[in-house]
């Protein structure tokens, strides 16, 4: 499998470097997750063109099933899940992202919803359900969901809402999806075909129904995730 | 309107005495928040004991439906929104609940979960979307969204996800109810027929479409929130 993708907890993409190695010229930005797209295409192209890339938008194409197709690398940036994943369905490119990056071998960054969107299914989302999609199943890159942002309790709090990992366990008692792989703030995951490391500057918490969580460091080599 | 709500935020319920004033004798328990509907449901019936009433869960009979018909009382307790929403259509009940509530003034309780699905819909919930519900419209007891465990932002965090109030701007962003209404930790909307008090010790926050949120005190009149 060719698949190459760089998941981010973060809203923000801090991971320019990673398309150096990947002889790309043209990044296809995808702004779904935000109301106002025009500006988050401006913020997304400054940012790349200090890089050295040039930036298209999906949101720009004339067909953006044609834009997909034609990408050399793929950019999805966060905002609102939900939001996202309807206009991914809506506009018809989810399956065709699928393909490009799984078959075709398109490098695929993601941040925060973006990263959400490409695992099995966005049920392991921190964010409000403001729009109805058709279907919480994602384009499913990683056959695992990923929660970003992942927050610990806070001992302090007086917020008496489920903590994070309250939360994960609920939706281990619903689904099918073994892991959920919890990425702070700061940590990245880098998958190359069937080899998947956690970078960055974080743990990450693993959560396996009927298991204890497992702590990993970061330059953990978690390939076992994409076998499971 | 006969309708009479309490709409707690915490997750548990701390307003056993709002039944003393309505001349009732035995609640019906919704459950269906949580997964282990059985032990939820003695936790509930231990607690309402205490406070001298007989409890019933809609688990538990052979007719939700029927259950509902014959309820004095309505108690839906907290856990994760869409699996209980999902499970009120499931089992039918949503529209009845509704009925009762608005046409023959059964007291209604909400905890957390339970005050979300009270509201226009569930897109302001704090949950994880563990469960695809057939729509995220809830039973629409008042005309206006409320999100529960309101926090706010903290300004010493690392945490580069959305805030709540982010979020909710998001929401805005997308829908036609103009008013979410912000619940905290230790608030609770009292709602009698077209009037409705903020009751508890924390103020709540009110996001209205296009203006600046509004802070109320404990004791504040919302009755507007009824008419908009």
Avoid: W
């Avoid at 993708?5 to 991971?15: E, F, I, K, M, P």
């Avoid at 940036?77 to 078959?103: A, C, Q």
């Amino acid at each position: 499998m060719k698949r190459r993708l760089l998941l981010v907890s973060n809203s923000t993409l801090h991971g320019g470097g990673y398309l150096t190695t990947a002889n790309v010229k043209r990044v296809l930005f995808v702004p779904y997750a935000l109301h106002d797209r025009d500006a988050y295409t401006k913020t997304a192209r400054d940012k790349f063109s200090t890089l050295g890339y040039e930036l298209d938008s999906v949101h720009e194409a004339q067909s953006p099933v044609e834009a997909v197709r034609r990408a050399e690398a793929i950019f999805i940036g966060g905002g609102n899940t939900f939001r996202l994943l309807k206009s991914l369905y809506d506009n018809e490119v989810l399956t065709e992202i699928r393909r490009r990056v799984l078959e075709d071998g398109v490098p695929y960054m993601g941040s925060s919803a973006g990263t959400n969107v490409a695992t099995v299914s966005i049920s392991t989302t921190n964010d409000m359900p403001i729009v109805y999609p058709p279907a919480f199943a994602a384009i499913g890159l990683v056959p695992f969901n990923i929660n970003p942002h992942y927050v610990d309790p806070d001992p302090g709090s007086r917020h008496m809402g489920e903590t994070r990992e309250q939360r994960i366990t609920q939706y281990h008692e619903e689904t099918d999806t073994p892991c959920v792989l919890g990425l702070r703030e700061g940590s990245l995951l880098l998958v190359e075909g069937n080899t998947a490391s956690l970078l960055g500057t974080t743990k990450a918490r693993l959560f396996t129904r009927g298991k204890p969580p497992v702590e990993y460091d970061p330059g953990s080599d978690l390939s076992c995730l994409l076998t499971r």
